[in-house]
């Protein structure tokens, strides 16, 4: 009998580590056409093929190096043309305006343009199933139909600090008192005025995305899935999971609802060598190295003349070496090396590396962060300022704006950052708390995403406050509630005085 029992036992525990283990198919799609975005999400999609599940992802930069299990349905060619060739004064006209502008209706026409591709279409009139849809939360999310239409589980993933309008899917708190937003650039410690404008922007901003990205998503969305099709509203309440490139060490400390996971620093799991030249240039660094970099989007050679030759005047007074990534010069000082790319993470990682020069965008700051580099930060548009403002709150940054930048502005500014020993001491710390993880980044995101998967969209993650209108939500009803009690009781209690009153006036009037 112990060993029918012992025999039923192993039964069942095989049965639920096979369901478990059970490969699932999982479709993640990205509208945007910016290639950083990408290192956020492909590196989740090689985990979860390297556990056994079958990919399919919607694009714009297939894989160059194809892997089994891992399809790509590229958008290359169909998308306009990628603007990551931008010079910096073009993108430092994109005003708040602007780069709303870009985040709503810019990408509603990416949509437009993608949804009525042969690839996509093929794709949605396919007799596929898929368990799980992943998808880019930034502007209109119009891929979130493709949940309903395939009765699949919902996970979104934003690559910067949560949106304003990334909140509400999955009720997560927003309390504009200590929380900045994304497109200003506030710290957790903000004044009476910066607290207003944080909240006026806050609930602006997600007025303006459902006027301006989900009312017209949910009008392409019906013509082509039918006018029954739900609104895009009511779809991304069903979100199961949100996954964010922050963590709370750098960005701010927030409370958060179970189905909120940071993952910051996702993309950092490179174990790659320095090229040669590199390792021996950076080795042979005596007073240390700096390295300048200002991401995908800006190319450093678009600066003007005179910015560009502040620059060289600066680093040609210094006895670090330099990287810079840029298109290559001539007649340059010995000390300075430029290439139109660099391995980047590598060059952070180096020992030498004494100071990072940057725009601020995320992926770079977090990779900065992790290596313990300090930072120069001269922000240009986007999220940028915001995480500069959160590096300098740190005291692992300092901030240039770009209009002030002169040579001696610049060599101030390195020469406080390579020889004041706090700003390295404050690196090293910060990197260790952003470290210091029970699970890598990686890790969490693949153990949550299995979670849901496993769990068929884990709806006990979902939050009661997805439910509740935005009066209920702030308790406005329940404040009310007690206004109008307190002026009954008011009122109750003047007129009971007033009858009082007048009956001690009626009895004095006799007593006399």
Not at 18 to 31: G, N, P, T, W, Y
Not at 198 to 222: C, Q, S, W
Request: aromatic fraction near 12%; glycine fraction near 6%.
């Amino acid at each position: 009998m112990q060993r029918f029992y012992g025999l039923v036992l192993c039964v069942l525990v095989a049965s639920t580590l096979a369901k478990e283990a059970e490969a699932a198919r999982i479709l993640a799609l990205m509208i945007t056409n910016f290639r950083s975005h990408y290192s956020m999400i492909q590196p989740l999609l090689k985990g979860l093929v390297s556990r056994g599940h079958e990919v399919t992802m919607v694009g714009y930069f297939p894989l160059k190096t194809p892997i089994a299990n891992y399809t790509d349905i590229s958008l290359e060619g169909i998308l306009p043309p990628s603007t990551e060739t931008m010079s910096v004064e073009e993108l430092r006209s994109y005003g708040y305006i602007k780069v709303l502008y870009l985040y709503w209706q810019f990408e509603v026409n990416l949509c437009k343009v993608a949804i009525e591709s042969p690839q996509i279409q093929k794709l949605i009139n396919s007799k596929n199933k898929f368990d799980l849809i992943i998808t880019h939360l930034m502007g209109s999310d119009c891929f979130l139909v493709l949940s309903h239409h395939f009765k699949a589980s919902l996970i979104s993933l934003t690559t910067s600090v949560s949106l304003p309008w990334g909140n509400d899917r999955i009720g997560n708190i927003d309390h504009a008192a200590y929380i900045p937003n994304y497109f200003l650039p506030f710290a957790d410690h903000m004044s009476f005025w910066q607290r207003l404008v944080n909240t006026v922007f806050i609930e602006a901003a997600k007025l303006g995305h459902y006027i301006f990205a989900e009312l017209p998503t949910d009008e392409l969305m019906r013509r082509h899935f039918g006018q029954d099709v739900p609104s895009i509203f009511d779809i991304k309440r069903n979100t199961s999971l949100v996954l964010i490139n922050s963590h709370f060490s750098l960005n701010t400390p927030r409370p958060t609802v179970p189905a909120f996971v940071e993952v910051g620093g996702i993309h950092i799991n490179s174990q790659g060598s320095l090229p040669v030249y590199l390792e021996e240039f950076l080795n042979g660094a005596e007073h240390g190295a700096i390295y300048i970099s200002f991401g995908t989007n800006i190319q450093s050679d678009s600066f003007p003349p005179d910015k560009l030759q502040a620059f060289i005047g600066a680093f040609s007074k210094l006895p670090q070496r330099v990287l810079w990534k840029t298109s290559n010069m001539t007649g340059l000082p010995e000390n300075i090396m430029t290439r139109k790319w660099f391995p980047q993470l590598e060059i952070l990682r180096h020992p030498n590396t004494r100071v990072f020069i940057t725009h601020g965008g995320q992926f770079g700051t977090l990779e900065a962060v992790y290596c313990g580099v300090p930072m120069l930060g001269i922000p240009i548009s986007y999220d940028q300022h915001l995480n500069i403002k959160t590096s300098v709150a740190k005291e692992v940054a300092l901030h240039l704006d770009y209009e002030f930048v002169t040579e001696e502005v610049l060599l101030e500014a390195l020469k406080k950052l390579l020889y004041e020993p706090s700003y390295r001491i404050n690196s090293q710390k910060l990197s260790n708390q952003f470290r210091d993880r029970h699970q890598s980044p990686l890790d969490t995101a693949l153990f949550w995403t299995e979670y849901v998967i496993k769990h068929s969209g884990a709806q006990h993650l979902r939050s009661a406050a997805v439910d509740l209108c935005w009066y209920q939500y702030l308790l406005l009803d329940v404040v009310l509630f007690f206004c109008l009690v307190f002026i009954l009781i008011g009122v109750l209690l003047y007129y009971v005085s007033k009858a009082l009153l007048k009956s001690i006036l009626i009895i004095k009037k006799y007593w006399h």
